[in-house]
């Protein structure tokens, strides 16, 4: 009786140890953070590459790095809004880094667009729009023309409800092994 006792004990501690583990690699899958390197290898440069192409071959999410990588003699980064960017105008610029090795954080969904403010640079290809979606989403981004985010509502409680699905079914799983 009791040394059944104690193995009905270890068997509960055992799958709530499993659930434990399970749950926080489910949350540590879902949310990870890059540095994404402007033009990856040529940086942020006016050499003829199509930041454009490249942007839409990229997924940004929110907590994302951003991060321009030039000579700054050379180059600059304006953040603007969408209307400037199709003029290549700086002239309500949202913000602008100036370092060589800016790092922009990528804090909520929607659209950002950038170009350097060197004359003729922009013009000349470097600018680009990216669409930040929200964390632990897979969703390809919604083409919307204004920048207006959606809130992060979505897909985290959609995750949550998942675990919450598997805690359950643990629960379940501990109660019938009793
Ligand atoms: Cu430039």
Known sequence: MAINGISMGTKSLTLFLALVTFTCLLSSTTVEA?????????????????????????????????????????????MVGGIAFKNCSTEKKLASFNTGNDIVPLSMAGNMWFLCSVSGHCENGMK??????????????????????PTTGGAPSLSSAASTFILLIFAGLAISLL
């Open 34 to 78: 890059r540095d994404i390197i402007v033009g990856d290898d040529s940086g942020w440069t006016l050499n003829g590459f199509n930041y454009t192409a490249w942007a839409q071959g990229q997924k940004f999410a929110v907590g994302d790095n951003l991060v321009f990588k030039y000579d700054s003699a050379l180059h600059d980064v304006y």
């Open 128 to 149: 680009f729009k990216i669409t930040v979606v929200a964390a632990e989403t897979s969703d390809t981004p919604t083409e919307s023309p204004t920048a207006t985010p």
